[in-house]
Nanobody
């Protein structure tokens, strides 16, 4: 099947940077879109950034600070987070819309989440 494996979370001071990675593995035919979401304690999960072959989009709260990108094979998505603020503290989840080689049907898949804590 498909796995989305995230890495790169941790504890950082305000103003610092982190880079999250999410690698998709398995029998994948295509990945039309990959996104990063986050969920802070007591809050709903929210979209942080998204990427397709032609577009990127960002939540207003992270524009100018976060950058989403992908590697050459398009199976790994990154989230470069700069100028981090305490309010960026959350569990960050990778999400992919992808089609399996066996079915060619697009479904949504989630990673396990990685904790990002911004605190002095």
């Amino acid at each position: 099947q498909v796995q989305l494996v995230e890495s790169g979370g941790g504890l950082v001071q305000p103003g610092g940077s982190l880079r999250l990675s999410c690698a998709a593995s398995g029998s994948i035919f295509s990945i039309p879109a990959m996104r990063w979401y986050r969920q802070a304690p007591g809050k709903q999960r929210e979209l942080v950034a998204g990427l397709t072959s032609t577009t990127t989009n960002y939540a207003d709260s992270v524009k100018g600070r976060f950058t989403i990108s992908t590697n050459n094979t398009k199976n790994t998505v990154y989230l470069q987070m700069n100028s981090l603020k305490p309010e960026d503290t959350a569990v960050y989840y990778c999400n992919a819309l992808l089609a399996l080689s066996s079915t060619r049907v697009i479904n949504t898949y989630w990673g396990q989440g990685t904790q990002v804590t911004v605190s002095s």
